[in-house]
């Protein structure tokens, strides 16, 4: 049986320049692919310190937004034996339009973040998100069904995949409209896919 354990990355920039005036803080030039602010740094450290199925993690696979690379560096940084792997598959929703869902191309990011491999990135430059429209609805639940997939191939039984509110929420709960319950930063969801 597998053990996937599900986390929403660290508090980011656009959720804090969101709370003070809104959704418009998603499509603002200084919210590309926002990164973390000093809490949500603070709250990733915190996770790694506490959890205890910490040490039993195999594999994390990881959104390559800023924000949720920096979670994963911050969550393991004293687990090096575990590999790192970032997806595009696993960004947020919607991509399209909100340019703090954006993310940098690939050869800047491997200078950022020499722990993580990007070898598995659809792309070098992200194809995945448009300037013209969002995504859909219909289009998320493809790529969470096809995440689903892969990750029952997997061979590893313990794994955690790093990634955004939007996505987990379908993902985990099938409730991504529902904005009452919203899902804590850098805190494990457990996902069955039995």
């Not at 003070?20 to 200084?30: D, M, N, Q, R, V």
């Not at 990164?35 to 039993?56: C, F, H, R, S, T």
Request: hydrophobic residues 35%.
């Amino acid at each position: 049986m597998k053990n996937i354990f599900c986390i929403r990355h660290g508090l980011a920039f656009h959720n804090v320049l969101g709370q003070e005036i809104g959704s418009k803080a998603y499509y603002l030039e200084k919210c590309f692919d926002a990164p973390l602010v000093d809490k949500g740094i603070l709250q990733a450290k915190e996770l790694g310190n506490k959890w205890d199925n910490l040490e039993k993690i195999q594999k994390v696979f990881v959104s390559p937004l800023t924000r949720t690379l920096q979670t994963a560096e911050n969550i393991f940084r004293n687990h090096t034996g575990v590999k790192i792997i970032a997806l595009d598959r696993i960004k947020e929703f919607p991509q399209g339009m909100e340019i703090c869902n954006k993310r940098r191309e690939r050869k800047e990011l491997e200078g950022n973040f020499k722990r993580i491999d990007f070898s598995e990135l659809d792309s070098d430059a992200d194809q995945m998100w448009r300037e013209e429209r969002f995504e859909t609805i219909e289009e998320l639940q493809k790529r969470i069904e096809e995440f689903k997939i892969f990750l029952k191939n997997i061979d590893d039984e313990n794994i955690a995949v790093v990634s955004h509110s939007s996505f987990l929420k379908e993902m985990l709960f099938g409730n991504i409209g529902d904005d009452s319950n919203q899902l804590n930063h850098c805190h494990p969801y457990k996902l069955d896919i039995s």
